[in-house]
């Protein structure tokens, strides 16, 4: 699996105690979310609410960020945010990994995604069905158009993307919930050119596919796109 550690943090964060002593997450919406920030992975925070539940925060839902007086106790002094990690322009968002990294753009909205078809109730060996339900979790698979606008190569495989769901959980791509359909293997998107391909995800049981929503996530050479709605499909 491919993850970023020590990264600061991401977006126009607004660096400062909070009147109540938590972390704030305002979201692109409007709506304040008071919060414990845990970490931050894989473009997205990881935040505890007060009710003691844990949730996926996606780095493309955030505006802003004021933290608490205990962030620094919590993350730790090395992963906090710098002068270097605030930036942001409205089309992409930077991120900063380690201390004097350079600025790297991670949504690209020359990647565009179309939902063409997809399946929410994969047919799995049932060694694989037993271990994706014994994680609470269920197999779905999007067929995806990958539409490659940039000036640039695109390197996608089957790891390279995310799905969310209605409540805004953020779930991996997963080999092991491919079922009978082929994996898709390291693959090159021309400038220009398009990849249609199945890509299988272990989600929540719950998850409503007319409601959810991908995105291509390469966390190694921090590229994302934007999030496109499941919806189009079937």
């Known amino acids: 699996m491919r993850f970023v550690s020590r990264i600061l943090f991401v977006l126009t964060i607004a660096i400062g105690p909070s009147s109540r002593g938590q972390d704030v997450i305002t979201f692109k919406t409007g709506k304040d979310v008071d919060c414990k920030i845990l970490m931050f992975n894989n473009g997205a ?5 007060d009710s003691g539940e844990t949730k996926q ?3 493309a839902n955030i505006s802003s960020i004021v933290f608490g007086d205990s962030a620094s106790a919590t993350l730790g002094q090395d992963t906090m945010p710098n002068e270097g990690a605030i930036l942001g322009d409205g089309k ?16 690209n909205t020359d990647i565009k995604l179309t939902v063409k078809k997809y399946d929410n109730k994969v047919s799995l060996e049932n060694e694989y069905a037993r271990a994706i339900r014994k994680k609470g979790l269920k197999a ?11 000036a640039n190569e695109i390197e996608i495989d089957w ?6 769901d209605q409540d805004d959980n953020v779930f991996d791509a997963s080999i092991y919930a491919t079922g009978p359909r082929e994996w898709l293997s390291r693959t090159l998107i021309k400038p220009g050119d398009k990849v249609a391909a199945w890509i299988a995800f272990e ?8 409601k959810a929503m991908v995105r291509f996530d390469d966390v190694s050479k921090s590229i994302f796109s934007d999030w496109y709605p499941v919806s189009g499909g079937n």
């Open 203 to 210: 989600a929540s049981p719950g998850i409503v596919m007319e």
């Open 140 to 150: 779905v698979a999007v067929n995806i158009l990958v539409e490659n606008r940039s």
């Open 159 to 164: 790891s390279s993307f995310k799905i969310k």
């Open 92 to 107: 992409s968002v930077s991120v900063v990994i380690g201390a004097n990294a350079p600025n790297v753009t991670a949504l």
């Open 57 to 59: 925060a996606p780095v």
């Open 45 to 49: 925070f990881t935040v505890k609410l």
